[in-house]
């Protein structure tokens, strides 16, 4: 789960780092009252889960009321990159003497922890990682071993940072890996980290990405749930405890596993079509979970057909013909449903559903066989 | 021949007591695999249709004799359980468990790797591994595999590796170890560890390899295969459609900017001469081809 600037900068304060005194508006009139509150001058800072948004006039220095008011306006609703600003971060503005960049995740290949730490921090990150890459210092930490004081204060040095920023970026480093590991986050980043004129270090943004494995242990997490997607199909989905992902084709797909419905999604756009979504209903699903999948992509307007792709392990293929029929009783389903159904209990699924077979609702032997059809009803001007 | 597992793997089952322990264990020991003993603390003494259950690991390795552990306990325990396989004397660990944290892996990961160099670590999140024929520890169906060879089959997703076993079943096409390596971030095995282990193998001739958008390790893979394999290998690789950064389900699969794109993947395979197809049907074609020209 990504977190929102805001969100990840109040989980940062958790762990003990230092980060701008702030609130969240999500209006005019609340972005001038937290500016009064905090002092001016300040920041205000469009609250979108996209990169860009500084160049996209998504961030503004306002030193009064009539100022943070006007900028206030101009961002929210403003569209970023296709996400529409509907929360404002409203900060006191810092002085900057330096601009560092600090970062925490998992090495995949080489399976310890990677910091990331760099003297040229800022908005230009990516092109220092790029074009001068030594300018980055990197440092494998062993997560049994973890990271002290000592060795980030080392690290500090090796990556250039001023003397007069060591001893506080350590300290704050060590806060920022103990926020990774103990706040289970899949990412944990700091851009700009900076020196202010007195020397002080402290977080001026915050990237957050949180491990959705760990959530169990975080009840703290839950606020986090209720901003997470805007996107209707998606909240439906998770309240009926399915993994979707919406995406703007018009095939639905039902799989699962999420290799074999990563896979469903590649053979329909193979065959010319394009999937409206990702949904894995996972080992094991019962009826129940069958129907409630058929129930969220019908809410979609944009399928035309549903495409069905279940291999049996764990899951019975007889119950998915009763999830089947259980959501052809409870809802009228708009779309025609193509069925591709193999492994365990396959015989007796078919079996339950051959009564009912019709032009709504159609098998097919094979997975390919039964993407073109769900293409071709998907399509039927032929586009394909 | 297969690889990891065979008839003689004395198994134990961490979690036997619990509705999907029990469920999985006996199915396994259906299939002839030597389930010798369950383990859940405070349970030791009782049975689950004549399999002994044991406090701890140690005695139920003492007792048994036994080398492998499945490990099928929820999510907030499955870490200590490994490493508890690991210091009571087990050698190869297959762990199910699906939503483990990302940081509890990776430190049961580095643990293992540092006070127990010799402990294999399958998974986790995975389905586990077969030897048709002989052993089977996890979650496949084992009817759905051949046992015989020649194929050796190796792959990050679940019901892939069902839809490659059964491609190849139902054309005659045997296997002789089929591994699920998982979808997580962290997995104990990897595919060079299978790969290495199938090109060792005298009785595995070809090898299908089942990847998914997420991490560098099939490049990494390709590598390998280009420098040691001499078998022949088909790849195929789910997600080419998948939208960067969002997970696809697993928690390993996401492609973060440029980096872990099936594109990338399959263009790593093919320059390395793997047969690289577009989708679980072709890949099992192709092998089968490959086979009978065998």
């Given at each position: 789960?990504?977190?929102?600037?805001?969100?990840?900068?109040?989980?940062?304060?958790?762990y003990?780092?230092?980060?701008?005194?702030?609130?969240?508006?999500?209006?005019?009139?609340?972005?001038?009252?937290?500016?009064?509150?905090?002092?001016?001058?300040?920041?205000?800072?469009?609250?979108?889960?996209?990169?860009?948004?500084?160049?996209?006039?998504?961030?503004?220095?306002a030193?009064?009321?009539?100022?943070?008011?006007?900028?206030?306006?101009?961002?929210?609703?403003?569209d970023?990159?296709?996400?529409?600003?509907?929360r404002?971060?409203?900060e006191?503005?810092?002085?900057?003497?330096r601009?560092?960049?600090?970062?925490?995740?998992?090495d995949?290949?080489?399976?310890v922890?990677?910091?990331?730490?760099?003297?040229?921090g800022?908005?230009?990150?990516?092109?220092?990682?790029?074009?001068s890459?030594?300018?980055?210092?990197?440092?494998?930490?062993?997560?049994?071993?973890?990271?002290?004081?000592a060795?980030?204060?080392?690290?500090?040095a090796?990556?250039?940072?001023d003397?007069?920023?060591r001893?506080?970026?350590?300290?704050?480093?060590?806060?920022?890996?103990?926020?990774?590991?103990?706040?289970?986050?899949?990412l944990?980043?700091?851009?700009?980290?900076?020196?202010?004129p007195?020397?002080?270090?402290?977080?001026?943004?915050?990237?957050v990405?949180l491990?959705?494995?760990?959530?169990?242990?975080?009840?703290?997490?839950?606020?986090?749930?209720?901003?997470?997607?805007?996107?209707?199909?998606?909240?439906?989905a998770r309240?009926?405890?399915?993994?979707y992902?919406?995406?703007?084709?018009?095939?639905?797909?039902?799989?699962n596993?999420?290799?074999?419905a990563m896979?469903?999604?590649?053979?329909?756009n193979?065959?010319?079509?394009?999937?409206?979504?990702?949904?894995?209903?996972?080992?094991?699903?019962?009826?129940?979970v069958?129907?409630?999948?058929?129930e969220v992509i019908?809410?979609?307007?944009?399928?035309r057909?549903i495409?069905?792709?279940?291999?049996?392990?764990?899951?019975?293929?007889?119950?998915?013909?009763r999830?089947?029929?259980?959501?052809?009783?409870?809802v009228e389903?708009?779309?025609?449903?193509?069925?591709?159904?193999?492994?365990?209990n396959?015989?007796?699924?078919?079996?339950?559903?051959?009564?009912?077979?019709?032009?709504?609702?159609?098998?097919?032997?094979?997975?390919?066989?039964?993407a073109?059809?769900?293409?071709?009803?998907?399509?039927?001007?032929?586009?394909? | 021949?297969?690889?990891?597992?065979?008839?003689s793997?004395?198994?134990?089952?961490?979690?036997?007591?619990?509705?999907?322990?029990?469920?999985?264990?006996?199915?396994?020991r259906d299939?002839?695999?030597?389930?010798?003993?369950?383990?859940?603390?405070?349970?030791?003494?009782?049975?689950?249709?004549?399999i002994?259950?044991?406090?701890?690991?140690?005695?139920?390795?003492a007792?048994?004799?036994?080398?492998?552990?499945?490990?099928?306990?929820?999510?907030?325990?499955?870490?200590a359980a490994?490493?508890e396989?690991?210091?009571?004397?087990?050698?190869?660990i297959?762990?199910?468990?699906e939503?483990?944290?990302?940081?509890?892996?990776?430190?049961?990961?580095?643990?293992?790797?540092?006070?127990?160099?010799?402990?294999?670590?399958?998974?986790?999140?995975?389905?586990?591994?077969?030897?048709?024929?002989?052993?089977?520890?996890?979650?496949?169906?084992?009817e759905?595999?051949?046992?015989?060879?020649?194929?050796?089959?190796?792959?990050?997703?679940?019901?892939?590796?069902?839809?490659?076993?059964?491609?190849?079943?139902?054309q005659?096409?045997?296997?002789?170890?089929?591994?699920?390596?998982?979808?997580?971030p962290?997995?104990?095995?990897?595919?060079?560890?299978?790969l290495?282990?199938?090109?060792?193998?005298?009785?595995?001739?070809?090898?299908?390899?089942?990847?998914?958008?997420?991490?560098?390790?099939?490049?990494?893979?390709a590598?390998?295969?280009?420098?040691h394999?001499?078998k022949?290998?088909v790849?195929?690789?789910?997600?080419?459609?998948?939208?960067?950064?969002?997970?696809?389900?697993?928690?390993?699969?996401?492609i973060?900017?440029?980096?872990?794109?099936?594109?990338a993947?399959?263009?790593?395979?093919?320059?390395?001469?793997v047969?690289?197809?577009q989708?679980?049907?072709?890949a099992?074609?192709?092998?089968?081809e490959?086979?009978?020209?065998?």
């Open positions: 789960m990504d977190l929102f600037e805001y969100q990840g900068k109040q989980y940062f304060a958790r003990g780092i230092p980060v701008s005194p702030g609130g969240v508006a999500d209006t005019v009139d609340e972005a001038v009252a937290v500016a009064q509150r905090v002092g001016y001058p300040v920041v205000l800072k469009a609250q979108v889960k996209v990169g860009g948004r500084g160049k996209a006039g998504g961030v503004k220095l030193s009064d009321a009539a100022e943070a008011a006007t900028h206030a306006g101009a961002i929210l609703g403003l970023i990159k296709g996400h529409v600003v509907k404002l971060w409203v006191h503005a810092s002085d900057i003497a601009e560092y960049y600090a970062s925490f995740t998992l995949r290949p080489n399976k922890h990677l910091g990331m730490l760099s003297a040229q800022g908005v230009e990150i990516e092109t220092v990682a790029v074009e890459p030594d300018a980055i210092a990197t440092l494998a930490i062993d997560p049994v071993v973890g990271l002290d004081v060795t980030a204060r080392r690290w500090c090796e990556a250039g940072l003397e007069e920023a001893a506080g970026a350590a300290d704050l480093l060590v806060a920022l890996y103990r926020c990774y590991t103990e706040g289970d986050c899949d944990a980043e700091v851009n700009p980290l900076i020196l202010t007195e020397g002080r270090v402290h977080a001026l943004d915050a990237k990405t491990d959705d494995n760990a959530a169990y242990r975080h009840p703290e997490w839950e606020e986090f749930r209720a901003t997470e997607t805007d996107d209707p199909r998606e909240r439906m309240e009926r405890g399915l993994n992902i919406g995406l703007s084709g018009t095939v639905g797909i039902i799989a596993g999420a290799g074999l896979s469903t999604l590649d053979v329909v193979q065959v010319g079509g394009s999937a409206a979504n990702f949904l894995d209903i996972g080992g094991g699903a019962d009826a129940g069958m129907a409630a999948a058929l019908n809410h979609d307007p944009s399928v057909s495409f069905v792709n279940i291999f049996g392990g764990i899951t019975r293929v007889d119950e998915v013909a999830g089947v029929l259980e959501a052809l009783g409870r389903i708009t779309a025609p449903i193509v069925l591709r159904l193999d492994g365990t396959a015989v007796e699924g078919r079996a339950i559903l051959a009564p009912h077979l019709s032009e709504r609702l159609v098998t097919e032997p094979t997975m390919l066989d039964a073109r059809r769900a293409v071709a009803l998907a399509n039927p001007q032929g586009e394909s | 021949m297969s690889i990891f597992v065979d008839e793997t004395k198994v134990i089952v961490q979690g036997l007591t619990g509705s999907q322990g029990r469920f999985h264990g006996l199915r396994n299939y002839g695999t030597q389930v010798v003993a369950g383990v859940t603390p405070g349970k030791g003494g009782t049975d689950v249709e004549g002994p259950v044991y406090d701890t690991v140690a005695e139920a390795v007792a048994t004799g036994a080398t492998a552990s499945f490990v099928v306990v929820p999510p907030a325990f499955a870490s490994i490493v396989a690991a210091q009571g004397g087990i050698t190869f297959v762990c199910i468990t939503g483990i944290p990302a940081h509890d892996e990776a430190r049961t990961y580095n643990r293992l790797v540092e006070e127990f160099p010799g402990v294999r670590l399958l998974g986790p999140n995975c389905p586990g591994v077969i030897s048709p024929g002989k052993c089977n520890i996890g979650i496949t169906a084992g759905i595999a051949l046992p015989g060879g020649p194929v050796g089959i190796v792959s990050r997703s679940g019901t892939l590796t069902y839809q490659a076993l059964y491609e190849l079943s139902r005659g096409v045997g296997q002789t170890t089929c591994v699920g390596i998982g979808g997580d962290v997995p104990g095995t990897n595919f060079i560890d299978c290495s282990a199938f090109e060792d193998d005298p009785d595995t001739k070809a090898v299908m390899m089942i990847g998914e958008i997420g991490g560098s390790e099939e490049e990494r893979a590598e390998w295969i280009a420098a394999m001499t022949p290998v790849a195929y690789i789910a997600g080419v459609t998948a939208p960067a950064g969002r997970k696809m389900g697993h928690a390993g699969a996401i973060s900017g440029s980096k872990g794109t099936a594109q993947k399959m263009a790593a395979l093919a320059a390395a001469g047969h690289v197809c989708n679980p049907t072709e099992g074609e192709k092998m089968v490959l086979v009978r020209a065998l």
